[in-house]
């Protein structure tokens, strides 16, 4: 079974302060790993896919990169306005369907 | 920008009654998703659907829920009997292809079922 495990939880930064989310995968044929950002009580919002391992995407102060069997999400110099829970998803095999993993609830304070 | 829409954005039934929650997916997309999200728990995929089909369904997508495009626009889901344990955000998603290809979501169905 397809399962995706993220870490922290929950972190909290001081505005300024950069740092990395990460996202550990176990999964049958990787097609896609997604990056997704949600605020309290919205869709999830679609930030970044990542296919195969060393590749690198980049928005803003966000820079995602994958590995074989995890993905970081670096955060650079974050804001307060980049509080939110960011959400990684893979899809795998012939599936359609994303596979989440609980979040990490990241907290910038000014 | 073109995005995914959903109504209502809450709704509020009585257990055992029936729901039915609808999406409008982004004009050109192809592919169409049910999702929910119980309160502080995973998002979880329910369904898929393509060219009038489901493709693709979970183990929570019993015979209680199904889908409908009834025209050209509105993707919908049904719960015939609503249970407490259907409380949860409901998302509509959709992408222009199956794989390869980010899914979209919507803002999301708040279902609460007393």
């Keep these: ?58 928005k803003e102060r966000l820079k995602a990169t994958l590995t074989k069997k995890e993905s970081f999400l670096h955060i650079t110099a974050p804001k307060p306005e980049d509080s939110a829970t960011y959400l990684c998803a893979v899809q795998a095999g012939g599936a359609q369907k994303l596979v989440f993993g609980q979040g990490t609830r990241l907290t910038i304070n000014p | ?51 009038n089909e489901i493709s693709e369904k979970s183990e929570i997508f019993d015979d209680q829920f199904s889908v409908e495009r009834p025209d050209g626009s509105n993707f919908t889901l049904k719960i015939r009997s609503t249970k407490l344990e259907d409380s949860a955000m409901y998302f509509c998603a959709s992408t222009l292809a199956g794989r390869y290809n980010e899914q979209f979501f919507g803002p999301g169905t708040r279902l609460t079922v007393l």
Excluded at chain 2, 1 to 7: I, K, L, S
């Design chain 1, 1 to 58: 079974e397809d399962q995706v495990t993220q870490s922290p939880e929950a972190l909290r930064l001081q505005e300024g302060e950069s740092s990395s989310l990460n996202c550990s995968y176990t999964v049958s044929g990787l097609r896609g790993l997604f990056w997704y950002r949600q605020d309290p009580g919205k869709g999830p919002e679609f930030l970044f896919t990542l296919y195969s391992a060393g590749e690198e995407k980049e």
């Design chain 2, 1 to 51: 920008e073109p995005e995914v829409t959903q109504t209502p954005s809450h709704q509020v039934t009585q257990m055992g009654q029936e729901v039915i929650l609808r999406c409008v997916p982004i004009s050109n997309h192809l592919y169409f998703y049910w999702y929910r999200q119980i309160l502080g728990q995973k998002v979880e995929f329910l369904v898929s659907f393509y060219n």
